[in-house]
């Protein structure tokens, strides 16, 4: 276990250093919070990527976010979520998360799976990248609605708790997907394959939930924690998300309104 731990440990580590070096080259000025704690170090060369997306470029910035300034930026990078399933081999389950964040709101995120398609044989492309912005939308995928009628929900594979699944259980679900990472649970909201993301549980971090949020927000969806509380990512804000997350591509207040009053007294924001 510890192998697959360490090799967790060095694969975050790995990733995060090239994030965040690579941004802080390109914009020295904005605040970066990773999940890790990285001792300050020369970060090599070879980790930092220095072109740009011209896909990105070719989009007009909206009007709200022309001025702002780089040091009003907050970036909140999550190297691989999905930690637990990324050492058991499920790779599809695996994201790295990387969410822009200005007056304490998440205005864009990049969700990138590097192992999306794994087992679609060698033909395949590997990997793929979800990005979107507020006013812009959200690119990469195919936005598809949930069955109508179909209340499916996908909640965590790795941290349930009695509190979870009575949450779960108290909104009488259709169907329920356990799977691994906050950017994989966002993922099957906008794919149509679940239509509510519930965690009734702390244990989310800003890190985890600034990127998907930028993206289900550019589609018209909603995220927030268990009592309908918006999520703040300013720089001096804690960074665990202590009551739990409730999130839909639609029907948000069907969901909202049906969180048992027990659940929500268990989890103080």
Known sequence: QSGANDLQ??????VQ????????????KATIIGEEELPPEEVSEELIEDGHCEEILKKTCPPQYT???EEELVIWVDPLDGTKEYT???LDHVTVLIGIAYGGKAI???INQPYYNY?????????RTIWGVLGVGAFGFQLTEAPAGKHIIVTTRSHSSTLVNDCISALNPDSVIRVGGAGNKIIQLIEGKASAYVF??????????????AILHAVGGKITDIHGNSFQY???????????????????????SRIPNTVKQSLVP
């Open 67 to 69: 001025g702002i300034k």
């Open 108 to 110: 864009a995120g990049v």
């Open 234 to 256: 300013n720089k001096e804000v804690k960074h665990m998300n202590s009551a739990g997350v409730l999130a839909t591509l639609r029907n948000y207040d069907y969901y909202a």
């Open 88 to 90: 058991e081999g499920l």
């Open 17 to 28: 250093m090239s994030i965040c070096a690579s941004l802080a080259r390109k914009f020295p």
């Open 200 to 213: 009734a549980s702390p244990g989310c971090k800003k890190w985890d939930t600034c990127a998907p949020e």
């Open 9 to 14: 440990t060095k694969a975050d580590r790995l």
């Open 119 to 127: 087992k679609a044989g060698a033909e395949a492309v590997l990997g």
